[in-house]
Nanobody, 119 residues
Framework: QVQLVESGGGLVQPGGSLRLSCAAS????????MGWYRQAPGKQREAVAG???????NYADSVKGRFIISRDNAKDMVYLQMNSLKPEDTAVYYC?????????????WGQGTQVTVSS
């Protein structure tokens, strides 16, 4: 079974930076898209950033210009560099991956890592 494991969450001050990492149990070459979602208490899970296997990137409007998603296929890792963090960025961040074929599509999720932005 495919497993995704996030790390790098923690407490950071507003304006600070943090880098999240997602380790995949199989080669990241296997995925058509990888990305990050986040969910704050009482709110719906929202897409934050995505990266396809053709190097197309997509960001939520709320994080454009501040967050950068990247992928290291040699290390089977995907990253989310978060800069200029705001208190409203506080949430549990989840790694996401999608693998598609002509017959089916499969989604995979990590267990999440907490990011808290506070003074």
């Amino acid at each position: 079974q495919v497993q995704l494991v996030e790390s790098g969450g923690g407490l950071v001050q507003p304006g600070g930076s943090l880098r999240l990492s997602c380790a995949a149990s199989i080669s990241t070459f296997s995925f058509d898209v990888m990305g990050w979602y986040r969910q704050a208490p009482g709110k719906q899970r929202e897409a934050v950033a995505g990266l396809t296997n053709v190097n197309s990137r997509n960001y939520a409007d709320s994080v454009k210009g501040r967050f950068i998603i990247s992928r290291d296929n040699a290390k089977d890792m995907v990253y989310l560099q978060m800069n200029s963090l705001k208190p409203e960025d506080t949430a549990v961040y989840y790694c996401f991956a999608k693998k598609t074929s002509t017959s089916q599509s499969n989604d995979y999720w990590g267990q999440g890592t907490q990011v808290t932005v506070s003074s």
